[in-house]
């Protein structure tokens, strides 16, 4: 508990505009000697409240992370949740506003992996929807509705759990999920190492709907498939590759990583 309220404190530090959450009256930040003025809507607010700045601020490039963004609402979530201090629900609904306004994509209701100038707005090119990612918001919207009771948010993590099991460019036609499939097992990259989180989000949504049973059944089916893909197709004794269509190729490390979260997410599911 003390590292998770540390590293939410470091997310936090108001004198640091690198780990800082954009706040509502926080019109301007100071870069390099330089006063730089947010974009505001009608009210005077700017628009990216809530977001939380990348690393390594210039005044050519004060962008809003959708990666710092997801993982300071889920983590301001389950801290709210198990202290009660009100300090991390303000922030929980400050960056899930800004996740919901920002940083899903339309066309698939998934999390994207982007930066957005908190200058001008403007998102930077190349985003696209990322399956961690989708799986972190997944599970920090799913704790945020348990503790605000309500519902749209609970709609938001269900809607974007459905959109996630049933995109294609993640899958295979048979349904295993598979990322960069072109690479190496030996590549380490965040894409694969963490695709697991998926899972693990899909875990937490079902166990805190279980009377949903269409969904309950749906992610229990899916992540069924993810298993059974994973310890019969890509493993050999108790080391598992990275690429779960088989065959496995290994051992690494990140692998290993991968595999763990799915690992969890079965048995948490089939109520082991």
């Known amino acids: 508990m003390s590292r998770a309220v540390r590293h939410w404190s470091e997310y936090t530090d108001s004198n640091d505009p690198t780990k800082n959450v954009l706040k509502p009256n926080n019109v301007m930040i100071q870069i390099s000697s330089s006063d730089c003025y947010f974009r505001l809507d009608s009210s005077g607010v700017p628009q990216l409240v809530g977001g939380v700045f990348a690393p390594n601020l210039d005044k050519n490039n004060a962008s809003i992370s959708s990666i710092k963004t997801v993982q300071l609402m889920t983590l301001s979530s389950y801290l709210t949740e198990c202290t009660g201090d009100k300090k991390y629900l303000e922030i929980a609904l400050l960056t899930a506003n800004c996740i919901k306004t920002w940083m899903i994509d339309s066309g698939t209701s998934l999390i994207k992996d982007c930066l957005i100038d908190a200058l001008s707005a403007k998102e930077s090119d190349g985003a696209v929807p990322s399956c961690h990612l989708t799986g972190l918001a997944i599970e920090g919207f799913t704790v945020l509705a348990c503790l605000t009771r309500d519902d749209g948010w609970r709609s938001l993590a269900i809607d974007m759990a459905r959109s996630a099991m049933l995109f294609s460019e993640w899958h295979t036609p ?86 763990l979260d799915t690992l969890v997410a079965a048995i948490g599911v089939n109520d082991v």
Request: charge should be positive; hydrophobic fraction near 35%.
């Open 174 to 259: 048979d349904g295993i999920l598979n990322l960069c499939s072109d690479r190496a097992a030996s590549d380490d990259t965040h894409v694969r190492t963490f695709k697991g989180m998926l899972n693990r989000g899909l875990m937490v949504a079902y166990e805190r709907n279980r009377s949903n049973e269409p969904f309950c059944t749906l992610v229990r089916s899916y992540v069924n498939v993810q298993f059974n893909a994973l310890y019969e197709l890509s493993r050999v004794q108790s080391s598992y590759g990275i690429d779960w269509r088989g065959p496995y190729v290994g051992p690494h490390g990140h692998a290993q990583v991968a595999a």
